[in-house]
Antibody, heavy 118, light 108 residues
């Protein structure tokens, strides 16, 4: 069974750093892209970027380039999304999802809620 | 960036009735269009890809159609579990995927 399990909810202060994770199982982790999607409170889905764990090839949406860093450790089948300096506007639910090279986001993690507040 | 526009924003439907949701792309995305369902407090779930292919385990009452810039998701007979928000997404413009803003299907 394909599963993506994300790390738990985080509460941070503005200016702090954060790294959240997404662990894949039940499939060949290095053979599929992993994408990240943001959902701000009460809003829609926003595409952030994508990584291919096989060779760490990473692409970003222009809206998120320079704002976050996407990485992966294929030895433990885990992808990451990180911030070096959080802002209140980073408060959102973040989802990882498996992205076959041919198409859509076919399996999703359960989401990680990030709250940034002073 | 390809802009995806969904209509209507909210659709009020009675159980058992048909629901028709629309999605328009600002430029052609061929058939590289997916639909997702999201219920409150849950992650999105893939319903349709390739504009018209149901994902694994998706009931036959869900169907998709269209190509190019105009797409439709039809739910033939709404069940109680179908009341949710639906998003379309294009995956034609690698790697700049974009989502529509969503259509909320609510009980009339």
């Amino acid at each position: 069974e394909v599963q993506l399990v994300q790390s738990g909810a985080e509460v941070k202060k503005p200016g702090e750093s954060l790294k959240i994770s997404c662990k894949g199982s039940g499939y060949s982790f290095t053979s599929y892209w992993i994408g990240w999607v943001r959902q701000m409170p009460g809003k829609g889905l926003e595409w952030m970027g994508i990584i291919y764990p096989g060779d760490s090839d990473t692409r970003y949406s222009p809206s998120f380039q320079g704002q976050v860093t996407i990485s992966a450790d294929k030895s433990i089948s885990t992808a990451y999304l990180q911030w070096s300096s959080l802002k209140a506007s980073d408060t959102a639910m973040y989802y990882c999802a498996r992205n076959p090279s041919w198409g859509p986001l076919d399996y999703w993690g359960q989401g990680t809620l990030v709250t940034v507040s002073s | 960036e390809i802009v995806m526009t969904q209509s209507p924003a909210t659709l009020s439907v009675s159980p058992g009735e048909r629901a028709t949701l629309s999605c328009r792309a600002s430029q052609s995305v061929s058939s590289n269009l997916a639909w997702y369902q999201q219920k409150p407090g849950q992650a999105p779930r893939l319903l349709i890809y390739g504009a018209s292919t149901r994902a694994t385990g998706i009931p036959a009452r869900f169907s998709g159609s269209g190509s190019g810039t105009e797409f439709t998701l039809t739910i033939s007979s709404l069940q109680s579990e179908d009341f949710a928000v639906y998003y379309c997404q294009q995956y034609n413009n690698w790697p700049l995927w974009t989502f529509g803003q969503g259509t909320k299907v609510e009980i009339k």
